[in-house]
Every structure is written in structure tokens, then in C-alpha cells.
């Protein structure tokens, strides 16, 4: 007879020997299943803790960015409203160049074409006994 088949007859023939090697097995398994599982369940932790670790850093980046981008916008502001104030600035400059040198030049200029105007007219329509000329040789005569 084979070996295996001596062990079958003996499992046979000595039932409570069968049940103590399958409680034995049973046992075995059990315990190394509890060791796979406490392995397994380590692992599943470190993951766990792993993805936790990486939300917190996730969320601390995001805050730490959308800070670094407020304190952005609120440089491009301040940036903004000195190119707006310089400009401003330089708008009452002109304003005021304006107005303190071109106002009177051309006041001056409306005065002299006023005054060439009128001296034309009175050159053009000459009345009779009333100025002849500008030139130095003559003279106004009628009053």
C-alpha cells in the first residue's frame, strides 16, 4: 500500500486522531490568518495615515497660495492706484499748465487778431476825417 493511502485508512480507522489534525489545521490557519491580518491592517493604517498626511500638506499648500495670492492682488492694487493717482497728478499738471501758460496765449493771440480785425476794418472802410493810415508820414485828421 501507498503512503497516502495508509494515512487515509489510519484517518479511518482512528477518527479522533482525523479531528484533533483538523482542529490542528484549523488552529494553524486561524493564527496565521490573524497574522496576515494584523499585517494587513497595519498596511491599510500607514495608507490611512499616508493619505491623511497628504490632505493636511494638500490643504496647508492651498492656504499658503491663496494667501501669497491675496497679498498679489493687494500689491497690483496698491500698483493700480499709484499709476492712477500719478496719472491724476499728471492731468491737473497739464490742467494747470494749461491754464497758467496757454490761457494767456492765446487770450493774447484772440486780442491781437481782435485788433488786426478792427484796424483792417477801419483800414478797408476808411471814413472821411478819420485815421488815412498807420504809416508814420501821415497824420489823423477830422477831430
Known sequence: MTESGRKIRRAVTHPDELADTIEDARSFI???AQIVTGQVRNVIDMAKTGLD????AFH??????????RDLEGK??????????????VNRTA???????LDPIFELTALYRGFERG?????????????SSFNRGERV???
Open 30 to 32: 486561524e493564527s496565521k
Open 53 to 56: 498626511e497628504g490632505q493636511r
Open 60 to 69: 496647508e499648500a492651498e492656504k499658503s497660495y491663496q494667501s501669497q495670492l
Open 76 to 89: 497690483n492694487n496698491e500698483f493700480a492706484s499709484s499709476v492712477h493717482k500719478t496719472v491724476d497728478n
Open 95 to 101: 490742467s494747470t499748465v494749461e491754464q497758467s501758460l
Open 119 to 131: 484796424i483792417r476794418t477801419l483800414i478797408e472802410h476808411k471814413p472821411k476825417g478819420r485815421v
Open 141 to 143: 485828421t477830422g477831430y
